[in-house]
């Protein structure tokens, strides 16, 4: 009986350990997300104003929280700009299409929801400046600015892409100076611009979007007007592309998701816009979205019936079937440019054709003189007609 009462005490324990052991992951998994839900606010600006001024103890601890700590940009940043601005109550300048003018002008250091390392932290009366990989100005060593030279020609020893900018930089602004802060509270003044948490890029961009936008991406729904980008969030990458052209010669890629017994989907993407989105559902009809829902301008995403009120409806467009236009009749074949009106037949039409006998040849070997007349043929000639011959009882 002790025997038996010491195994079912050490299975009892064996057990309560592993299902503890189980539910460690799915409790670690929860974590992340409710300690993101509960982060504080950043403080106020009126809060800051009341606090001293940074001490030069509290400015080594702040540039060893965020220095060289890898984040994720929530806004696009052009390449070599350093005038992105942020103030204590979230205000951002310049405006998110003015960056992403900048970006198509500049080139982009950073994308919605991309990784970057913060390279540079320089603190200031009455800003903090921030510097993502490697900044907007490409720091030179000493060796670049020494040159070699063989028989009087001189050649640097700097290489010309290693001068490029690879990053961006921005400035938190305050008003009168830098206060006192912790690093949490640092970070919440710069999570506008930076995330620190550890959220993936998608779950970034996704917080970007609108909510109707975000909801479909959450569901894994393609909408017509979305940009590759919230495609692959929305879908991932599909397993097939196709590129064809349409009936007007306008090229276009399309993207296949699933496969038959499944639902295949069919979503059409001319340069970076979703156009038509195409549902092929087993045992039912084909579904087919042409109808614009999201609009993206200057890289700021909206709602297109947002932007539709107080406006003209836009014309529908058109289906596929629509599209292909209607079977015309075939035209002869010509070497006339189109426009060009033909001639009229009857100014180059030749003279009218005649029955004029065609002139005899002389026969070879008669020196050009005519053959006598053959007896036969004036016999034929100058025989008299029935008419004219004379009746039988009279002969």
């Known amino acids: 009986m002790a025997r038996n009462a010491i195994r079912l005490f050490v299975l009892a324990v064996c057990f309560g350990n592993f299902a503890l052991a189980q539910a460690a992951p799915a409790a670690q998994q929860d974590q992340p997300a409710q300690a993101s839900e509960q982060q504080p606010a950043p403080p106020s600006p009126q809060d800051l104003e009341k606090r001293p001024k940074l001490t030069g103890k509290t400015r080594v601890e702040l540039i060893g929280t965020i220095s060289s700590e890898f984040v994720r940009v929530r806004k696009a940043l052009p390449l070599g700009f350093k005038a992105v601005t942020l103030a204590t109550d979230g205000k951002i300048e310049p405006s998110d299409g003015h960056l992403h003018q900048l970006a198509i002008t500049n080139g982009i250091a950073a994308k919605v929801g991309d990784r970057v390392q913060i390279t540079n932290v320089v603190f200031k009366d009455k800003a903090i400046y921030v510097e993502i990989n490697g900044g907007p100005k490409r720091k030179s060593k000493w060796y670049d600015h020494v040159s070699v030279g063989v028989g009087g020609?001189?050649?640097?020893?700097?290489?010309?892409?290693?001068?490029?900018?690879?990053?961006a930089g921005l400035t938190l602004e305050f008003k009168g100076h830098v206060p006192e802060m912790t690093g949490g509270e640092l970070k919440q003044l710069l999570s506008p611009l930076l995330d620190f948490s550890l959220k993936t890029a998608g779950e970034i961009y996704a917080e970007t979007l609108p909510p109707k936008i975000k909801q479909a991406v959450k569901n894994h729904e393609v909408l017509v007007g979305m940009n590759r980008d919230m495609v692959i969030l929305a879908k991932d990458r599909p397993g097939q592309k196709i590129r064809e052209k349409d009936a007007q010669g306008k090229e276009y890629e399309e993207w296949i998701y699933g496969a038959v017994p499944q639902d295949v989907i069919f979503v059409r993407l001319v340069g970076d816009e979703v156009t038509q989105v195409?549902?092929?559902?087993?045992?039912?009809?084909?579904?087919?979205?042409?109808?614009?829902?999201?609009?993206?301008?200057?890289?700021v995403v909206s709602l297109a019936s947002v932007n539709a009120q107080g406006k003209n409806p836009a014309p529908p467009v058109p289906t596929v079937e629509e599209s292909v236009p209607a079977e015309q009749p075939r035209k002869r074949p010509t070497l006339r440019r189109e426009g060009e009106v033909e001639d009229d037949p009857a100014v180059f039409a030749g003279p009218p054709a005649t029955n004029s006998q065609r002139k005899e040849e002389p026969q070879w070997g008669?020196?050009?003189k005519q053959p006598p007349p053959n007896p036969t043929d004036q016999t034929d000639q100058q025989s008299p007609t029935p008419s004219q011959r004379p009746p039988l009882d009279r002969l």
């Open 153 to 167: 020609a001189m050649s640097s020893t700097a290489d010309s892409n290693q001068t490029k900018a690879t990053g």
């Open 366 to 368: 008669t020196d050009n």
């Open 278 to 299: 195409k549902i092929m559902k087993m045992g039912a009809a084909p579904v087919l979205k042409t109808e614009k829902e999201v609009q993206v301008n200057d890289g």
